[in-house]
């Protein structure tokens, strides 16, 4: 919870010049990383630091906020599977079923149910 709470303020925020940046540590020690894009990807879901830093280095990312590389992962969603043909076949799935999944979770609608416990 603690790592949580450092970091929240700090990756939410699009100004790389505040202040707060020496917060960031929290989530680049969570992550394993020191590039701020590669600990973001793995900080919403990406399952592999290997393919967060591929595609970090291929596509040239320097994404600093959370909000800035769920726009970048929204406009990727499009793109046909062979627009990722650097990354090897074996973890090229993983890639693309997390750019399907970040979508759905963005999209999907909350909703709300009732359990009743039955009288003893």
Same mark, same amino acid.
């Given at each position: 919870?603690?790592?949580? !709470?450092? !970091?929240?303020?700090?990756?939410?925020?699009?100004?790389?010049?505040?202040?707060?940046?020496?917060?960031?540590?929290?989530?680049?020690?969570?992550?394993?990383?020191?590039?701020?894009?590669?600990?973001?990807?793995?900080?919403?879901?990406? #399952?592999?630091?290997?393919?967060?830093?591929?595609?970090?280095?291929?596509?040239?990312?320097?994404?600093?906020?959370?909000?800035?590389?769920?726009?970048?992962? &929204?406009?990727?969603r499009?793109? #046909?599977?062979? &627009?990722?043909?650097?990354?090897?076949?074996?973890? &090229?799935?993983?890639?693309?079923?997390?750019?399907?999944?970040i979508?759905?979770?963005?999209?999907?609608?909350?909703?709300?149910?009732?359990?009743? !416990?039955?009288?003893a």
């Amino acid at each position: 919870m603690e790592a949580v !709470r450092v !970091r929240r303020p700090e990756l939410l925020g699009d100004d790389p010049n505040a202040p707060r940046r020496g917060l960031r540590c929290a989530a680049f020690l969570e992550s394993g990383t020191l590039n701020p894009s590669v600990a973001v990807m793995l900080q919403i879901g990406l #399952p592999s630091r290997r393919i967060a830093q591929e595609i970090v280095a291929q596509e040239e990312l320097d994404l600093i906020s959370v909000s800035g590389l769920r726009a970048w992962l &929204r406009a990727q969603r499009q793109e #046909p599977e062979a &627009r990722w043909a650097y990354l090897e076949a074996a973890i &090229r799935p993983l890639w693309t079923t997390f750019l399907a999944d970040i979508g759905t979770t963005e999209t999907d609608k909350w909703t709300e149910k009732t359990i009743m !416990r039955a009288a003893a």
